[in-house]
T-cell receptor
Framework: GAVVSQHPSRVICKSGTSVKIECRSL??????MFWYRQFPKQSLMLMAT?????????EQGVEKDKFLINHASLTLSTLTVTSAHPEDSSFYIC??????????FGAGTRLSVL | GENVEQHPSTLSVQEGDSAVIKCTYS??????FPWYKQELGKRPQLIID?????GEKKDQRIAVTLNKTAKHFSLHITETQPEDSAVYFC????????????FGAGTILRVKS
């Protein structure tokens, strides 16, 4: 299957700082990437759909100014958590869709905000 | 919008027994149904998927069945092994919006040896 790389795998930051997470499709081009948030022992909650060359589409209740998404190329999407606070601590996972419309997931980023 | 319900939330089976996880969906336009396996702290891995033009698909010990009329689909794992222990998520998609998926709540499967 296709490979999706996500970095960093873990980040610890101070409250008020911004954190950038990268998601790359390594062996395929992804017109669409997705960003999810996952709380312990819960399902994947879609935050936004990232489209190459256009603005991301955010799910209801997700602050677009808080979670900035950029999809600058067909292989890279970034999620920036701005002015992070302890309540933003979570597991963030990206995914990318290949040309068969199958979603492959990154390994996730565990964000801890102190 | 689409709503996917998944049952049971936890499932314990003895090694060698079968495990069945069921999901229902609400949007009759959904046409793609993947199943993902997620081990603790790791990425969800696609284990099998089915599209609405077939009723059953099998891959070794894993099978998925789809009933479009009733709008439900199920994952069947036979001859379970301890390494099958994980969280399993079903999902549904209409194929729109880049194949946006709506996930079920997940099932924790424990295989006891």
């Amino acid at each position: 299957g296709a490979v999706v790389s996500q970095h960093p795998s873990r980040v610890i930051c101070k409250s008020g700082t911004s954190v950038k997470i990268e998601c790359r499709s390594l062996d395929f081009q992804a017109t669409t990437m997705f960003w999810y948030r996952q709380f312990p022992k819960q399902s994947l909650m879609l935050m936004a759909t990232s489209n190459e060359g256009s603005k991301a589409t955010y799910e209801q209740g997700v602050e677009k100014d808080k979670f900035l998404i950029n999809h600058a190329s067909l292989t890279l999407s970034t999620l920036t958590v701005t002015s992070a606070h302890p309540e933003d601590s979570s597991f963030y996972i990206c995914s990318a869709t290949d040309d068969l419309n199958i979603q492959y997931f990154g390994a996730g980023t565990r964000l801890s905000v102190l | 919008g689409e709503n996917v319900e998944q049952h049971p939330s936890t499932l314990s089976v003895q090694e060698g027994d079968s495990a069945v996880i069921k999901c229902t969906y609400s949007d009759s336009a959904s046409n793609y149904f993947p199943w993902y396996k997620q081990e603790l702290g790791k990425r969800p891995q696609l284990i099998i998927d089915i599209r609405s033009n077939v009723g059953e698909k099998k891959d070794q010990r894993i099978a998925v069945t789809l009933n479009k009329t009733a709008k439900h689909f199920s994952l069947h794992i036979t001859e379970t092994q301890p390494e099958d222990s994980a969280v399993y998520f079903c999902a549904a998609s209409t194929g729109e919006y880049g194949n946006k998926l709506v996930f079920g709540a997940g099932t924790i499967l424990r295989v006891k040896s």
